[in-house]
């Protein structure tokens, strides 16, 4: 029986919700500028969520969620305090400013603390078709989760399922700063995903497929989404180990957006100021094949990480991180890139839609270019070192000979250094992954050590 706290609830207003926390942020604004803060900044969001957990046809978990919160940052002679509070009531509000300001006048000051540059600060919003709101249907959003399971379970080979989920969210937010600036942001986002097991006792295998869009009409059927996790997992079952040995490696586009990911993490500000990246003062540097483009695409429609300004309302802007494999510059925020003697690239809160430019080659076109190596479509264990730029990490795929898969692979380890591996990137492929932030292709590299049996 459907009870009455499983009714859809509707999306709020989102034009008042977001005057509502603009306000609450100017209040704070005025009331930390009243107690002395030479400048001052918030950030303030409101959340709605659905999430619904299934396994085995049966509802486990099903949550709804509102989520209100306000981070304020003053600062007072070059030093700075920061409070946060999920209570957006005006004497809440007040408290906190008063708490940040406590902070400030008791911590040590740093001539790099401060708002960004106010001629870096975003004058044009552009429509980037990231809102599409639904009501948090409670009831379809089950019916979807179940149907995801259902489709994998009806795979014969499927012996048992580990869940599987919907989601939707909606976010509202506002920047803004002593500068006079304000800037709103909305999005949505909705999810579905299935974990499936199959065999028995040590021969068991374990996989999943997902999917996240902006728009729910983009989402995949719930049904696609459960039977390839089904596909996948079966495809896993019969695994050997194989023996230790030096070959090409093919990343899957989920995996591929890792290496992406570790090189972002290497040339972010907070690393390179604190000495703590092996790309340091790499910029103007060869670090691929001279065809590699890596594009940051701040604008892209319905874009998984779209939007006009950064965390500190800095203008984004497209460009090429990679451009003829030379890395032209790094990833900062206003603090980072004052500590480097730099300017901000807009990318304080992180990189917004990195796009590997794809090849023309389909993921079976690399494996048959491959020849013999791994494919290599799952990795775990924390062995990277953004330090050193070490790489090891255990991993889980199919064995590859004579251009042909020929069987799956777990427990070996693939190590590397994280240089060598961006140098020995000899493909991507137009098989690009769209669901994340890092959006990239299967990548071909040329030779990384297997540690098998």
Known sequence: MIDSSMVAQAVPDRDQELSVIAECAEVAIRHAQSLGADSAEVSASIHYGLDVNVRLGEVETLEH?????????????????????????????????EKAIDIARFTQADKCNGLAPSERLCSHFPDLDLWHPQPLDAVATMERALACEAAGMDNPAIANS?????????????????????????????????????????????????????????LEAAEHTGAEAARRTVMRLGARKISTCEVPVLFAPEVAKGIVGHLLAAISGGALYRNASFLKETAGQQLFADWMRMSERPFIRRGPSSTAFDAEGVATAERDIIQDGVLTGYVLGSYSACRLGLETTANA?????????????????????????????????????????????????????????????????????????????????????????????????????????
């Not at 919160?69 to 009531?89: E, F, Q, T």
């Not at 506002?174 to 500068?179: D, E, G, L, Q």
């Not at 090891?392 to 060598?420: C, K, M």
């Open 162 to 218: 580990d869940g599987a989920s919907a989601s939707i969210g909606v976010g509202l937010s506002v920047y803004a700063n002593s500068n006079g600036f304000t800037g709103r942001r909305d999005g949505t986002r909705y999810g579905q995903s299935c974990v499936l097991i199959a065999g028995e006792n040590e021969a068991m295998q374990r996989d999943y497929w997902y999917d996240s869009r902006r728009a729910f009409a983009d």
């Open 65 to 97: 969620s509102r989520d209100r919160g306000m981070g304020i940052s003053v600062y007072i002679n070059d030093s700075k305090g920061h409070a946060s509070s999920a209570d957006l009531r005006a004497e809440s509000i007040r408290t906190c400013v």
């Open 349 to 453: 809160g992180g990189v917004h839609n990195l796009l590997v430019e794809p090849g023309r080659h389909s993921a079976q076109e690399l494996v048959a270019q491959m020849g013999t190596g791994l494919l290599v479509t799952e990795v775990m264990g924390q062995g990277v070192s953004i330090v050193t730029g070490d790489y090891s990490r255990g991993a889980g795929g199919f064995w590859v000979e004579n251009g042909e898969i020929q069987y799956p692979v777990d427990e070996v380890t693939i190590a590397g250094h994280l240089r060598d591996m961006f140098m020995s990137v000899e493909a991507v492929g137009n098989d690009v992954d769209e669901r994340s932030n890092i959006q990239v292709g299967s990548m071909l590299l040329g030779k990384m050590t297997v540690a098998g049996s």
